[in-house]
């Protein structure tokens, strides 16, 4: 994105998480005015709870755009898109800019099904809109994978990873607040396509430690849908740091294992 000065002014949802908090690092040097949705008080945020919708009307005026990285892990992900639309449709309908998982129409986990409702609340909303999904961050996985290399053997599912940089991701989002409505964007994945026996290797080796690992075969239908590659998109590869890099410059992202996220 060119460092242009721009004269908008964005609210970021989950501005203090790992992908908003890049969102805002993104779009602040580039001359935006942005709010940073938080639940809790703290310097340079705007207080506001999308479950109960405390803080929210205000948080929305005025507000050109909207980024909505907030989630719920625990089932309430529509719900706090609808109190955000129901906020955004009382102010001046500003662009809201909501991001999704490649594969959430694909993979049957809870929290994939509860995504998939919430693009179709945006899509259904009347409001201008735009639904960005990623693959899954480098950060989940090198915690989805480090873990188990703690073991002698690890064990490892039989599929594959395109891991996306959430530097990558905020890029992309940050190009979405600032231009027009997209409705569904292309989806957006990491540079690679490995396997998860090519990622464990790679965090064990980044961690020093050399295990033997084990691909392994997992039932059900879930990691049925993850083996078909149902997560992925090998035709869009526009991030650009690989989870090689992502290892080498480790720095806390403040990435944690999120339930159902995976
Ligand atoms: N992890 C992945 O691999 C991946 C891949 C593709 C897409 N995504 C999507 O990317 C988005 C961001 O994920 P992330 O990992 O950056 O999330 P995260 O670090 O867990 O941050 C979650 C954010 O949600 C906010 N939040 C939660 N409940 C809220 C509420 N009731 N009201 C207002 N804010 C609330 C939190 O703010 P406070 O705690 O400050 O209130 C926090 O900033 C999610 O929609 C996720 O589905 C993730």
Request: charged share 25%; proline share 6%.
């Amino acid at each position: 994105m060119a460092p242009e000065v721009v004269d908008v002014r964005i609210l970021v949802t989950g501005g203090t998480g790992q992908l908003g908090s890049a969102v805002v690092a993104r779009l602040r040097p580039a001359g935006a005015e942005v709010r940073v949705l938080s639940r809790r008080a703290a310097p340079d945020v705007v207080r506001g709870d999308l479950r109960t919708g405390r803080g929210i009307d205000s948080a929305v005026a005025g507000v050109d755009a909207v980024v909505h990285c907030a989630t719920d892990y625990f089932g309430r992900e529509a719900q706090l898109a609808r109190t955000l639309i129901e906020a955004a449709r009382w102010a001046s309908a500003p662009h809201l800019v909501y991001v999704s998982i490649v594969g959430v129409d694909r993979v049957p986990l809870g929290y994939y099904r509860a995504k998939h409702e919430t693009e179709e609340l945006f899509a259904g909303s009347g409001l201008p809109y735009t639904i960005q999904r990623a693959t899954q961050f480098h950060g989940l996985v090198r915690a989805l994978l480090a873990g188990a290399s703690r073991l002698p053997v690890v064990p490892v599912p039989r599929i594959s990873f395109q891991p996306v940089d959430v530097r990558d991701v905020a890029r992309r989002l940050a190009e979405h607040a600032l231009d027009d409505p997209a409705g569904r964007a292309p989806d957006f994945g990491g540079p690679e396509i490995l396997t998860a026996t090519e990622l464990a290797q790679a965090v064990g080796e980044a961690a020093g430690r050399h295990r033997r690992i084990v691909p392994l075969k997992v039932p059900g239908e879930t990691f049925r849908a993850y083996a078909d590659g149902g997560h992925l998109t090998p035709e869009h590869r526009e991030g650009e740091i690989t989870f090689r890099d992502y290892l080498a410059g480790r720095v806390d992202h403040g990435e944690r294992d999120h339930p159902g996220d995976s």
